[in-house]
Each structure stands twice: as structure tokens, then as C-alpha cells.
């Protein structure tokens, strides 16, 4: 089938598609992720970051497709089926993306669900599910192609090089929001040498690997990543945004109990819901829960302060290893989930007491937040769930052995660590304020944060 | 469970406390994990060395980052080309063990238990070379404990992108029958 069109794209230049992949594209379900924004509202903080799951959606399928070529796979049913999985991998993203899952987690009715999903993420199930039944999506690739494509994004149980394409150490998704995410947000952290890096894939006993050629390349790529985590995705800014986001759909729920919070994030696997689900995208959130129709209440209060850039500020951040064993224990095992909530609002109360008291005036607790900011280590970003292997003399051989470079990063400790951090509605009226009360409340934080854990550790002792 | 609680109360059970390589981790995570139960948390998917766990490398770095778990890189053997392959060592750290009792003490101890009497009944799997524990975790896997015509695992480990050759399959048989006869009874949630 020839390629009738192409879309110029700033970061492929040239994406060509066929008429099928046209129509994919051209569904309204797909038309939706233009209104999702790759990065949430980081473009608080990085005005370029606009950019769009849609744009992205088709980045993933350029780079897909022209790995599926230098494989000389191109042209086969599974290479079709590569190419849908590419177009069609973010289809299931809610409103603000990532931001979205996390809730999506939070307020799941998983007894609802199936025996054998039940322990599923749900935006998983939620992008199995739109692939599989969308009636456009369905009518274009068939029943069977949709399943395959499913397949392919959960377990594939075919050639494991297609499956390695869209997800794994060199998947397309990566190679292109790296330099995606880059270019939009005005930085070079996540820069590599791409073309370099592309033409040096190989596929050697049935797994997708380097060539000696890429290894520079690759060692490129994996700093690429570790230094945008750091700069743009772990910017303290955009943590606080993406926090805010969480916490207005908390409170939507919990405190303003607004039914179409509640429609929106209660997953229970019905029609109903992912009827609903496909018609939310970044602005009707922001229009229905901030504008000027919606109803007053705390959600409302967030969201208006994220529409004015009155973000809340981070008045505590303290690397785990610095508290006693018992919270480094506790506090590196917790998961903000259900069973949680209460200690985790136990402590934000405790806080808003310390901020309150600091600066002479209430500081709401539903406003304070803990966060606990995990980072991987640079090797284990870089091998993103699994090993690059380059394809030596004899045998392939794991990257680390080959690049002197990442071998001298491979430890646990390069890179890695976690932090407790704390944010709330506050204001500065300077940069030596700031540091002078954010040093004059660490004490009490830290011992906020040691009584409500060894509190927490009693009540299971007694249980 | 937690990847973090599992691996955090392994290395509190494992003799010495310590674990040597990474590929030796991965694979006695994925038989204990198994024998109590929990491997399906563990998140195990087949790659090029076996199936391997992303939950139980990032709780690993995790508990390192914390100082619960020290790292150490040993000299290991020499490769074909005269280089030296590094290996690493994971040892349980003195705020580890304190970490393990403070675990084992709260809502874990009931793994803590099943963790403690798997590596008693496994002791194998924890004594055996990394080499022949990678090849008994892909055989266990591509038959999930089944007993399966050697030809046929040769077959299915193709088409997963590993390669067995006979020999490999035997030995991992063998391993997988006497580590049944001690006790192994592999179940998924």
C-alpha cells in the first residue's frame, strides 16, 4: 500500500502513512490525545511543552516503522501490527497523562473487576480495552488485528523482537519522547545521537540488540535520559504541578463529592465508564472543575491556582537515607494507596500545625502534600526493565560489559535515591525567607514524620 | 506485598545475608518468590538471561540507596579477550538487619515466615551457580513446572528468543526434579 500522506513533525521531519494508519488517525478517538498534553502542565514551568500524546503517538509509529526496516521486518503482518501498536499505545491516556493513572489507581473499584485483572494497572486495561472495542478502531484493523495489537502492548506471545520494539530498553516510545520532550521543552538534556543509535539496531537470535557501532550512541542515550529526569520530568516544579493536579482530584472526590470526578476516576470496568472516560481530555477537566461554572470547593481552589500559576511551594525535601531505620524502612516500602491515606493525612496535618504556626496564619492540612520522589539509578533507567545487549564476536554481551563507560556507572548508588518532600500553599516574600524557614521547620517535619511512623508500626504491632 | 518487603526480608533470611551477582539475585528472587506465592507481584518476564524481575532490581536499588543493602564490585573471571568481567556483590547491611526485624516485626511477618522455611526448602536454589539457575528458571518457565519432552522445551525456548541446547535442558531438568523432591511447590496468585 503506498504512502499517501505525509505530516511534517519537528523532531522526524517526514512522518509518511498509509490509508489505513490515516483513518487510525483520523478517528475521533485518536483526535482526542491532541487535547492531552505529553507533560501534564509543565509547560508551567517549560512554556514550550505543549506538545501533545498525539504528536507523540506518531513519533512512536515513525520510529517503529523505520526500525521494523532496518530490520528488513517491514512489510509482514506483525510489522503491521508493530506500526498499530505504535499509532495506538497512549490511546487509554486520561487528562494530563501520567497524572491521570495515579488517580485512576487511587479510586479503581477493583472488586468489580474480573478475577484475572484485578491486579492489573488500569490504564492498561483501559488502552486494551478502547484498541479492542472502539468501533472506528475496530472497523479499521478487524477484530483479530486489534487483539494482536493488545497483545503486543501486554504479552506478546510471538517473535520477541516485535514485542522489543514498543516496549523495552530501545523501544520506540523512549527514542522518541527523549528528544520529543527535549526539543519542546527548550532544553538538551535529553538529546542523543539518534540516527546513530537507530542504524546500529540488529536483530540477532530472535532479540533486538546494538551493533558495536551504537554503543556510543547508547551510552549518549542513557545520560540523555538520567538528565532529563532530573531537569525536566523531576523538576521541582513540575513535581508540584503534577501534585497539585492529584490532589485536586483527591479532594474533588473525597471532600467536594463531585459526580463527575467521581464518573471520571472511579474505574469499574463497565461500558458506561469508558463511554464517559473517552469524552475528558486537559481542557474540559480544567473548564468543568476550574471554570467559572463549576462548582466552588477545594478541587476548584487547586485548579484555579494551577490556571494562575499560584503553584504551591516545596517547603521540605530530605533524602530518606537521612531519618532513623524504622522510617527508611516504612517510607521506602510506602505506596501512596487506599490502605495509606490515613497516615499520609495524619502527617500533612501534623505539617499544616508547623507552617501554620510559622507563619502566624492556618495553613489548610488538605493543602499540605507528601510526596515521596524515588529516582532510579543512570543503569537501570538506561536498561529500562531489562538488558541491552550488544552483539559481540561469539555471543552477544550485556552493554555494561562492552561500554567501559556504563560499566563505571553500573552501581545502584549512581544516580539513585529517594526523597520525602512536602508542599503547601505558602508564599515567599524571598529567597533568604524561603531558606531561613525551610531550615527553621526541617526539625519539626523530620519529627513529624519519625512519631507518625513509629505511631503507625505500634498500631500493626497490636493488630 | 512489596518487591521492596520481599527482597528486604530475602536478604534477611539468605545464609550470610548475602547474594553474589546479579543474575544469581534475580534467579533466587524468581524460585522463592514462586515457592511462596508471590512471584506474579514480582512481575517476572522472560529475557535474554531468564526471566527477570524490574520490581525486584529497582527495590534492590532502592534499599542500596538507603544503605540497607551494600554493593560491591569484585573482580570476576576473564573474558575471551582478557578483560576482566566485574561481579556484584549485595550484602545485607547492619541498618538492614535492623530494617528486616522492624519489617518482620509489622505487617510482614507472615511473609517473613513463608520467605525463611522457601529457603530452607530450597537451599539449593540458593547454593547453585548463577549459570545453572539461569537455565532451570528459563526450562521452569517455558513449562511452568510441567513435565515436557526435552525436544519440545528446545522448541518453545526458540521461539522465546533463548537458546538451550540439550545438554542445558537436561541439567536444568535434572535441577528442577531434585529441587521438587526437597520440597519445591511452585504456586501463582
Redesign the interface.
Known amino acids: 500500500m503506498s504512502d499517501p500522506i505525509q505530516i511534517r513533525d519537528p523532531i522526524h521531519n517526514f512522518i509518511s502513512l498509509n490509508e489505513e494508519q490515516v483513518k487510525v488517525i483520523d478517528s475521533p478517538i485518536f483526535q482526542r490525545l491532541r487535547n492531552i498534553k505529553q507533560l501534564a502542565l509543565a509547560s508551567l514551568i517549560y512554556p514550550g511543552a505543549l506538545h501533545t500524546r498525539f504528536d507523540h503517538s506518531l513519533g512512536v509509529f515513525h520510529v517503529a516503522k523505520s526500525v521494523l526496516r532496518r530490520l528488513e521486518l517491514d512489510g509482514t503482518d506483525e510489522a503491521r501490527v508493530v506500526e498499530f501498536a505504535a499509532l495506538l499505545h497512549d490511546l487509554g491516556h486520561g487528562p494530563f497523562s501520567h497524572v491521570s493513572e495515579q488517580s485512576l489507581e487511587m479510586f479503581a473499584d477493583r472488586s468489580s473487576l474480573p478475577s484475572d485483572q484485578k491486579?492489573e494497572k488500569i490504564h492498561e486495561l483501559i488502552t486494551a480495552h478502547l484498541i479492542e472495542t472502539d468501533p472506528d478502531i475496530e472497523k479499521i484493523l478487524g477484530k483479530n488485528r486489534s487483539r494482536q495489537v493488545t497483545q503486543l502492548l501486554n504479552a506478546w506471545p510471538?517473535?520477541?523482537?516485535f514485542r522489543s520494539i514498543i516496549s523495552g530498553p530501545l523501544d520506540a516510545d523512549k527514542l522518541d519522547y527523549l528528544l520529543r520532550d527535549s526539543y519542546f521543552c527548550g532544553v538538551a538534556y535529553g538529546r542523543f545521537d539518534f540516527a546513530q543509535l537507530e542504524r546500529s539496531l540488529c536483530r540477532v537470535?530472535?532479540?533486538l540488540m546494538l551493533r558495536k557501532t551504537g554503543v556510543t550512541a547508547f551510552e549518549q542515550y542513557a545520560l540523555a535520559k538520567h538528565y532529563i529526569t532530573q531537569n525536566v520530568y523531576r523538576h521541582k516544579g513540575r513535581l508540584v504541578t503534577d501534585a497539585m493536579i492529584t490532589r485536586a482530584i483527591a479532594l474533588g472526590i473525597r471532600t467536594d463529592k463531585l459526580p463527575a470526578m467521581q464518573k471520571l476516576y472511579c474505574f469499574d470496568g463497565t461500558p458506561a465508564f469508558y463511554k464517559n472516560y473517552v469524552t475528558w481530555h486537559d481542557a474540559r477537566f480544567m473548564t468543568e472543575f476550574a471554570g467559572v461554572r463549576a462548582k466552588q470547593g477545594k478541587c476548584k481552589d487547586v485548579l484555579c491556582r494551577l490556571v494562575d500559576r499560584r503553584l504551591f511551594k516545596r517547603v521540605f525535601s530530605l533524602g530518606?537515607?537521612s531519618f532513623s531505620?524504622?522510617v527508611?524502612?516504612?517510607m521506602?516500602?510506602y505506596?501512596d494507596k487506599p490502605e495509606t491515606v490515613c497516615f499520609r493525612m495524619g502527617i500533612e496535618r501534623a505539617v499544616s500545625d508547623v507552617l501554620s504556626f510559622e507563619f502566624k496564619s492556618a495553613v489548610d492540612p488538605d493543602l499540605v502534600i507528601l510526596n515521596k520522589v524515588?529516582t532510579?539509578?543512570i543503569h537501570?533507567m538506561a536498561m529500562?526493565?531489562?538488558?541491552v545487549?550488544v552483539n559481540g564476536?561469539?555471543q552477544?554481551e550485556p552493554i555494561n560489559?562492552v561500554s567501559k563507560f556504563l560499566?563505571s556507572v553500573?552501581?545502584?548508588?549512581a544516580g539513585?535515591?529517594?526523597d520525602l518532600e512536602m508542599y503547601a500553599p505558602v508564599e515567599w516574600l524571598s529567597r533568604s525567607r524561603r531558606d531561613a524557614v525551610c531550615e527553621r521547620i526541617k526539625q519539626s517535619v523530620v519529627d513529624v514524620i519519625e512519631q507518625a511512623v513509629r505511631e503507625e508500626?505500634k498500631g500493626?504491632?497490636s493488630? | 506485598m512489596?518487591a521492596?518487603?520481599f527482597v528486604?526480608l530475602l536478604f534477611g533470611a539468605v545464609p550470610g545475608h548475602c547474594i553474589e551477582g546479579r543474575t544469581k539475585l534475580q534467579k533466587v528472587a524468581y524460585f522463592l518468590g514462586l515457592q511462596t506465592g508471590v512471584a506474579?507481584?514480582l512481575g517476572y518476564?522472560?529475557?535474554?538471561?531468564g526471566p527477570?524481575s524490574?520490581e525486584v532490581?529497582?527495590a534492590?536499588?532502592?534499599?542500596?540507596?538507603?544503605?540497607?543493602i551494600k554493593?560491591t564490585?569484585q573482580p570476576g573471571p576473564l573474558?575471551?579477550k582478557g578483560?576482566e568481567?566485574?561481579k556484584y556483590r549485595y550484602e545485607l547491611t547492619a541498618?538492614g538487619k535492623?530494617?528486616v526485624d522492624?519489617?518482620a516485626?509489622?505487617?510482614a511477618s507472615a511473609l517473613n515466615a513463608k520467605i525463611k522455611q522457601a529457603i530452607k526448602e530450597l537451599n539449593a536454589v540458593v547454593k547453585a551457580d548463577y549459570v545453572n539457575l539461569s537455565y532451570a528458571a528459563k526450562v521452569f518457565w517455558l513449562t511452568k513446572g510441567q513435565e515436557t519432552d526435552a525436544q519440545e522445551i528446545g522448541i518453545r525456548a526458540?521461539?522465546?528468543?533463548w537458546?538451550l541446547d540439550q545438554p542445558q535442558i537436561a541439567e536444568a531438568t535434572g535441577f528442577l526434579k531434585k529441587i521438587k523432591t526437597r520440597g519445591f511447590q511452585p504456586t501463582w496468585?
Open positions: 491486579k510471538g517473535d520477541p523482537v537470535k530472535k532479540q530518606l537515607e531505620y524504622e527508611k524502612t516504612f521506602g516500602n505506596i524515588k532510579k539509578p537501570e529500562n526493565d531489562g538488558q545487549l564476536h561469539e552477544p560489559e560499566d553500573g552501581t545502584a548508588k539513585a535515591g529517594v508500626a500493626h504491632d493488630v | 512489596t521492596f518487603e528486604l506474579k507481584s518476564r522472560p529475557y535474554f538471561y527477570y524490574a532490581a529497582e534492590t536499588s532502592t534499599l542500596i540507596a538507603l544503605d540497607f554493593e564490585q573474558d575471551d578483560f568481567r566485574k541498618d535492623k530494617a522492624f519489617m516485626k509489622g505487617q526458540e521461539s522465546t528468543g537458546h496468585e
